[in-house]
């Protein structure tokens, strides 16, 4: 008896030395990711520390926008209408050579206080959507200097560098996403595979960050919904990655898949149709860093009471929360 109640003084004792003092040996301070080009502009640094800050527990809300319809603020307008707030990033695209338009509304969409978000449908050398999925070049020939399709690419890359700079100029960063959903092979882009699709990817990098001096691009990896194995750039090459999907569901094959990947970059859910409740996003536990839907009936096709509870959401952030 006597043996046990030492043993519970020894107990109570070691338990109350444990609690007034704290071991900070295994204690680390939280990890700010780095963006990839140590040049960032401030823009660019603010902006991805905001979205790291917010991965996981808040999505950024935004729209891609159309320019062929009543005016280019078609889905900007019927958002506003149905829910009353607007989304806090525009996305923009410069297909068909558009890049004086692009300029011009991400410059007004950032006025508003909007965060910008770029793709680009284009052939081999230039055009649009069409383009971007009859080209089949040979990349051989693409990747050496002096040959016409060389010097045909670089001149394309040129139009689009010029936006980008004078968007650098503004001081807007740019969330650029280049040569999405690659590995699905329909685009000329991820016709000739991993290989091929990562030099692609790496020489952009290289020419846009190196020899163009465009430090305000956020870059962003955008997988088809698939998300195959062996098309990674590496971590070195691009700052969040992210997977379009229209099959009506939160996307969380894909979040799964990224996630393996262990690059502890951003996640981005950067196209689709239909979006499931906010409930179902918190349910399956993959708030990405934003979601984007898809222009012009790919928006009105959602229920409009979806919209309305997703975009007041706390969990969502809209344009006046920035």
Aim: charged share 25%.
């Amino acid at each position: 008896m006597k043996k046990r109640i030492i043993l519970l003084l020894l107990t109570i004792f070691a338990v109350m030395l444990c609690g007034c003092t704290e071991d900070h040996s295994d204690k680390q301070e939280p990890v700010i990711n780095k963006l990839s080009n140590p040049n960032a502009t401030a823009e660019a640094v603010k902006l991805y520390e905001y979205i790291c800050d917010n991965m996981g527990k808040r999505m950024i809300s935004c729209q891609q926008e159309s320019t062929w319809m009543d005016s280019p603020e078609y889905e900007m307008d019927y958002i506003l209408e149905t829910t009353g707030k607007l989304p806090a990033m525009r996305g923009l695209d410069f297909m068909n050579d558009d890049f004086d338009g692009v300029v011009t509304r991400a410059k007004e969409w950032h006025g508003k206080g909007g965060l910008v978000t770029i793709c680009w449908h284009t052939g081999v050398y230039g055009k649009g959507y069409q383009e971007s999925l009859d080209d089949d070049p040979d990349f051989d020939k693409l990747f050496t200097p002096g040959t016409e399709e060389y010097k045909g690419l670089m001149a394309n890359w040129d139009k689009a560098a010029k936006a980008l700079k004078e968007l650098q100029d503004a001081g807007i960063a740019v969330l650029w996403r280049p040569f999405h959903e690659f590995d699905g092979c329909w685009f000329w882009w991820g016709k000739g595979g991993s290989k091929n699709f990562i030099k692609l990817w790496q020489m952009m990098y290289d020419y846009f960050t190196n020899e163009k001096g465009l430090n305000n691009l956020i870059w962003v990896l955008g997988y088809a919904d698939d998300v195959r194995n062996g098309w990674y750039p590496g971590d070195e090459y691009c700052d969040i990655i992210g997977s379009d999907t229209y099959n009506g569901s939160t996307n969380k094959k894909a979040w799964l898949k990224l996630t393996a990947m262990a690059t502890g970059k951003p996640l981005a859910f950067h196209e689709c149709g239909n979006i499931p409740d906010i409930e179902t996003f918190e349910r399956e536990g993959d708030l990405w860093a934003w979601f984007m839907i898809w222009h012009t009936d790919w928006l009105k096709e959602n229920d409009p009471d979806n919209l309305k509870k997703l975009y007041n959401s706390d969990k969502v952030i809209t344009l006046d929360e920035l």
